[in-house]
């Protein structure tokens, strides 16, 4: 087990909506990072957190959003949800340079 | 669980068997490569990495071995057992600001071991 969680496990939510993802971080890990993971394919990097800021982002746009909380808890929230949102939503803890350790996901359905 | 990776590419191995699952990257300047398996409903789990100043690392029954200047990866895992049936995916890391870095990752290759 890495220590990294997410809630919920599941979700479904219909095209417009938004939704909101949570992940706890692992203890002594400073960043955290989400990715998403479409059906088939690799984890695609969506952005990462670090005291409390945006550190980088990938290729998602704006309705694509985060918060970190000094425990280190973060949220990835989706806006105006679209059909191909539909994937598992991956938290990843890690320090500098390090690997990042990653929770088990939360599966989301967009109807 | 739902599967993950219903189209990738599958190495078929018997039980007791070397497996070898390859990777290719695109990043020449990437310093750090990591190999995670993941079973159907789960997510990624770390198996081992690699920095770019190796070639060779080894673990418990796995071996990444890290070729620079063809950029391949691959990871070796010994006597395969039925626990080992996941995807596997390689990374790569791209530093995105401070030092800190994202990961890249490749296909996923699935391993399915047979008794």
């Known amino acids: 087990e890495t220590g990294v969680t997410q809630s919920p496990t599941h979700l479904i939510k219909t095209r417009g909506q938004q939704v909101t993802l949570r992940c706890s971080s692992q203890?002594?890990?400073?960043?955290v990072s989400w990715y998403q993971q479409a059906l088939g394919q690799g984890p695609q990097f969506i952005f990462q957190?670090?005291?409390?800021?945006?550190?980088g982002r990938g290729n998602f746009p704006p309705r694509f959003s985060g918060l970190q909380f000094p425990n280190y808890s973060s949220e990835l929230n989706v806006n105006a949800l679209e059909l191909d949102d539909s994937a598992l939503y991956l938290c990843?803890?890690?320090?500098?340079?390090?690997?990042?350790?990653f929770g088990p996901g939360t599966r989301l359905t967009v109807l | 669980g739902e599967s993950v990776g219903l189209h990738l590419p599958t190495l078929s191995v018997q039980e007791g068997d070397n497996s070898i699952i390859n990777c290719a990257y695109s990043?020449?300047?990437?310093?750090?490569f990591i190999w995670y398996k993941q079973e159907s409903g789960k997510g990624p789990q770390f198996i081992i990495d690699?920095?770019?100043?190796?070639d060779k690392r080894q673990g418990q029954r796995v071996t990444v071995l890290l070729n620079k200047t063809v950029k391949h990866l691959s990871l070796q895992i010994a006597a395969t057992q039925p626990g080992d049936s996941a995807v596997y995916f390689c990374?790569?890391?791209?530093?995105?600001?401070?030092?800190?870095?994202?990961?890249?990752f490749g296909a996923g290759t699935r391993l399915a071991v047979h008794p």
């Open positions: 990043n020449s300047a990437s310093d750090y």
């Open positions: 957190y670090y005291r409390e800021e945006e550190n």
């Open positions: 990843a803890s890690g320090g500098i340079q390090g690997t990042q350790y």
């Open positions: 203890s002594g890990h400073n960043t």
């Open positions: 990374a790569e890391t791209a530093i995105i600001s401070g030092g800190y870095n994202k990961l890249i």
């Open positions: 690699i920095r770019s100043n190796m």
